[in-house]
C-alpha cells in the first residue's frame, strides 16, 4: 500500500500558471509509472501526464508543450508544472502510481500519448487538489 498526497491546487487566471506536489508515503518501485489525471465536473477522469524514471514522459495531448511532469526519486515526489493555463483546465487533479502489472503504463509509452478513455487497471490515487481557471 502506498498513500498519496497532493498540494498546489488553487484558483488562477487564464494564462497563469501553477505547480502541483504530490508526495507519496514510501519509495515507489520501479514496478510502477508514476502519473496524473483529472476530473472536470461531469466527465470522466482523464490520463493528462506520465512518467516512467529515465524510460519515457508522455502527455495527453490536451495538455503537450504547457504541462511537465517530473518526479524527485529521493522525496518519493511527482510535479506537475502547469503554464498557460485555460479554463478547460479546471478540474480535480490526481496523481497515481500505475502498476506495470496492468497494460497502461506500456500502453501510453508505446502510443507515445495518453489516449483520452486509456484508465489504469491497477493503481493507488491521491485524494485530489482543486484547479479552478478563470477567464
Known amino acids: 500500500q502506498v498513500q498519496l498526497a497532493e498540494s498546489g491546487g488553487g484558483s488562477v487566471q487564464s494564462g497563469g500558471s501553477l505547480r502541483l506536489s504530490c508526495v507519496a508515503s514510501?519509495?515507489?518501485?520501479?514496478?510502477?509509472?508514476l502519473a496524473w489525471f483529472r476530473q472536470a465536473a461531469g466527465k470522466e477522469r482523464e490520463g493528462i501526464a506520465a512518467?516512467?524514471?529515465?524510460?519515457?514522459?508522455v502527455y495527453a495531448d490536451s495538455v503537450k508543450g504547457r504541462f511537465i511532469i517530473s518526479q524527485d526519486s529521493v522525496n518519493n515526489a511527482l510535479y506537475l508544472q502547469m503554464t498557460s493555463l485555460k479554463p478547460e483546465d479546471t478540474a480535480v487533479y490526481y496523481c497515481?502510481?500505475?502498476?506495470?502489472?496492468?497494460?497502461?503504463?506500456?500502453?501510453?509509452?508505446?502510443?507515445?500519448?495518453?489516449?483520452?478513455?486509456?484508465?489504469?487497471?491497477?493503481?493507488?490515487w491521491g485524494q485530489g487538489t482543486q484547479v479552478t481557471v478563470s477567464s
Open positions: 512518467i516512467d524514471r529515465d524510460v519515457f514522459t
Open positions: 497515481a502510481v500505475v502498476s506495470h502489472r496492468g497494460a497502461w503504463c506500456d500502453t501510453v509509452q508505446v502510443r507515445d500519448v495518453i489516449p483520452p478513455g486509456l484508465s489504469p487497471e491497477y493503481a493507488y
Open positions: 514510501r519509495e515507489i518501485p520501479g514496478s510502477y509509472c
